[in-house]
């Protein structure tokens, strides 16, 4: 059964889960996607500061869809977060969606590390992509589009 706190129409526009436990980079995010994508942010994404916010969102959303699907597209991790980290929440959220039989969401690591064994970790747990920070606006733009978000 649905939470009661659940806001279905959130959920049925944003498609953008923006996961980072830094404010700052959050908000660069945001920047980039607001001036550079000429995205409606306000209405196209949603925020987690740390991995078990984020499961907890791509849960309630799935929930608001009633099973049928998430309604996030592309959700921007940060892999070092307290609480629970991106690897593990990548895990988890991959997890939840393939039991269930519902369409996965492109999942981009967000990250400061570029080294060979932090790129291998990140697709291990289930991540599309990486993106070093800070964000590059010409990488994200193409996966904005190859998903249709506007």
Known sequence: MMSQNINRDNYRKHRILIVDDQSFNID???IILNTSLKLNTAELCS??????????????SVQAFRGERCGY???????NM???DGYEATSEIREYLYARGIHQPIIAAVTGHTEP??????????????????????????????????
């Open 73 to 79: 597209d592309l959700i921007l991790m940060d892999c």
């Open 28 to 30: 660069a995010a945001l």
């Open 117 to 150: 064994e932090y790129i291998a970790r990140a697709v291990s747990s289930g991540m599309n992509q990486v993106l070093s920070k800070p964000i590059l606006a010409s990488v994200l733009k193409k996966t904005v589009k190859k998903l249709h978000i506007s």
């Open 82 to 84: 307290p609480f629970m």
């Open 47 to 60: 925020l987690a500061y740390n991995g078990r916010e984020a499961v907890k969102k791509v849960v309630e």
